[in-house]
């Protein structure tokens, strides 16, 4: 059973406009959650996190939105450009008991048209 | 500072070959970890090591094995390679702080199994 889903997997935007990219979990035990970037023929890079007990935070052009109640959670790139352009991973932490793992959603590919 | 090195980048194997790929981190992190990642499949644990000395199951273990070596190193051993072990592996490290879950990943190897 995934726990953490990524349902779009994949996004074309404009250059200049927003990017949304949506993640549902199902875990009510996850209290932390990252975002990572990945280029092709790379390793994922880490973008931003949120920690359970905030609903916003914000990085730059990089805002991620946390609705617990919804289990659910955003990223939002403003204004997006076309380095932007690779595959986005939500991943998720039930940080309880000193447990690091992360469960990563499938990803959604975020192409930046110029 | 390197960050995480996996080596090698590209491997061919044939089936019920063995290998090891081998990954080391110069960050001085205690936890490390091994995933593979298949197209539409997001990023799966294999095992992971939460400090020198301890190693344990992730999502999708079978098949490999692993060791970690000290602090720096942790390998991944394929003892007898199957064609559904073609995937990109790629291996992580982290240091677990407050409020911080962020994990650093390698290039990853690209493992082909025929």
């Known amino acids: 059973d995934q726990q953490v889903k990524q349902n779009s997997p994949s996004l074309s935007v404009q250059e200049g406009r927003i990017s949304i990219l949506n993640c549902d979990y199902t875990?009510?035990?996850?209290?932390?959650f990252l975002w990572y970037k990945k280029y092709p023929a790379e390793g994922p890079t880490f973008l931003i996190s949120i920690s359970s007990i905030k609903d916003k935070n914000e990085d730059g052009r990089f805002t991620v939105f946390l609705n617990k109640s919804a289990k659910h959670l955003s990223l939002h790139i403003v204004p997006s450009q076309p380095g932007d352009s690779a595959v986005y991973f939500c991943?998720?932490?039930?940080?309880?008991?000193?447990?690091?793992?992360?469960?990563f959603g499938k990803g959604t590919k975020l192409t930046v048209n110029p | 500072n390197a960050g995480v090195t996996q080596t090698p980048k590209f491997q061919v194997l044939k089936t019920g070959q063995s290998m090891t790929l081998q990954c080391a981190q110069d960050?001085?992190?205690?936890?490390m970890y091994w995933y593979r990642q298949d197209p539409g499949m997001g990023l799966r644990l294999i095992y992971y090591s939460a400090s020198e000395g301890t190693t344990d199951k992730g999502e999708v273990p079978n098949g490999y094995n692993v060791s970690r070596l000290n602090k720096r190193e942790f390998s991944l051993r394929l003892e007898s390679a199957a064609p559904s072990q073609t995937s990109v592996y790629f291996c992580a490290s982290s240091e677990l702080g407050a409020y911080s879950y962020e994990q650093y990943f390698g290039p990853g190897t690209r493992l082909t199994v025929t």
């Open positions: 960050m001085n992190h205690n936890s």
């Open positions: 991943a998720a932490s039930a940080t309880q008991g000193g447990s690091e793992k992360l469960v």
């Open positions: 875990n009510s035990m996850f209290d932390y």
